[in-house]
């Protein structure tokens, strides 16, 4: 796949393979100017979120959020 470029990949998955994915894929695959989208939801922000339930996967909304947050800090140009 080292010859190939991507508009779009998508992943579902919790937290360790869409962020190990993002980081290997960004200096390869990600065209230039393009763009590394990740799907969370309400219930992986502290502020909108104030239903009580679902803790472990509201917890793993969070997690990826402030991880793509680092990703971005890493490669923001």
């Known amino acids: 796949?080292?010859?190939?470029?991507?508009?779009?990949?998508?992943?579902?998955?919790d937290i360790f393979g869409p962020i190990h994915l993002a980081r290997h894929l960004i200096n390869n695959l990600v065209t230039p100017g393009g763009?590394?989208?990740?799907?969370?939801?309400?219930?992986?922000?502290?502020?909108?979120?104030?239903?009580?339930?679902?803790?472990?996967y509201r917890a793993s909304k969070v997690s990826l959020n402030m991880l793509a947050h680092g990703i971005y800090a890493d490669y923001r140009q």
């Not at 763009?35 to 472990?56: D, H, P, Q, T, Y």
């Open 35 to 56: 763009m590394l989208a990740f799907i969370s939801s309400r219930r992986g922000s502290f502020e909108i979120n104030v239903e009580a339930g679902l803790e472990l």
């Open 1 to 13: 796949m080292s010859d190939r470029r991507f508009d779009v990949i998508y992943l579902n998955a």
